[in-house]
């Protein structure tokens, strides 16, 4: 990809409540938007991944919606728990096989 | 998915020296690896791709002769932090990438490393 952008950059939100994190890129040869997860201290962690040939994916609590047209893809957390609190990053992947990471949020879910 | 390894998690040194951070893919063969440095609240930013058996690619503004990469196996690549200062502190992430179908390609973390120079 070449540019990412992602917002919010900082997401608070009470546990139960549902949180929702924006990107969108601009190069039309993505095709694979992959989100992490990253806890403190730790390397990130593919938690869903969404392909250029699909609309909506699902994992249980986590859900990645993907609008080609619009160059924009997000991602759902439903039912909000205190361990879903860390930085989340987008990515995109085009041609090459090296993402561009969106600048990431901090979720912090207020038990 | 690919296990990746990194040692060490954390290292303190004094300005000067040099630091080798090793990243193991413990399940996978990796012909490239690739490197990340981090700073706090701040995105992944590539260094550099490691490719086996030949020289790395630095990306633009990284100085090759001051994080030297080898990649001499297939599970095994290191970077090494050579005359390390201060501001070369930061956390160092590695990931290798694993082929999820024909164009996709999953990448898989290692858990960093923390380096600080003091």
């Known amino acids: 990809g070449e540019n990412v952008e992602q917002h919010p950059s900082t997401l608070s939100v009470q546990e139960g409540d549902s949180a929702v994190i924006k990107c969108t890129y601009s190069?039309?040869?993505?095709?694979?938007f992959p989100w992490y997860k990253q806890e403190l201290g730790k390397g990130p962690q593919l938690i869903i991944d969404i392909r250029s040939n699909v609309g909506e994916k699902k994992d249980q609590r986590i859900a990645v919606t993907l609008n080609k047209t619009a160059k924009h893809f997000s991602l759902h957390i439903t039912e909000t728990q205190p361990e879903d609190s860390a930085v989340y990053f987008c990515?995109?992947?085009?041609?090459?096989?090296?993402?561009?990471f969106g600048r990431g949020t901090s979720l912090i879910v207020h038990p | 998915g690919a296990v990746v390894s990194q040692h060490p998690s954390w290292v303190i040194c004094k300005s000067g020296t040099s630091v080798k951070i090793e990243c193991r893919s413990l399940d996978f063969q990796a012909t490239t690896m690739f490197w990340y440095r981090q700073f706090p609240k701040q995105s992944l930013m590539l260094m550099a791709t490691?490719?086996?058996?030949?020289?790395?690619?630095?990306e633009q503004g990284v100085e090759k002769d001051k994080f030297l990469i080898n990649h001499a196996s297939l599970t095994l690549s290191t970077l090494t932090v050579t005359s390390a200062h201060p501001e070369d502190s930061s956390f160092y992430i590695c990931?290798?990438?694993?082929?999820?179908?024909?164009?996709?390609?999953?990448?898989?973390f290692g858990p960093g490393t923390r380096l600080t120079v003091t």
């Open positions: 190069d039309s040869a993505s095709n694979y």
């Open positions: 490691s490719n086996e058996g030949s020289k790395a690619t630095y």
């Open positions: 990515a995109d992947l085009g041609g090459s096989y090296i993402p561009t």
């Open positions: 990931s290798v990438p694993g082929l999820a179908g024909v164009l996709y390609y999953e990448q898989y």
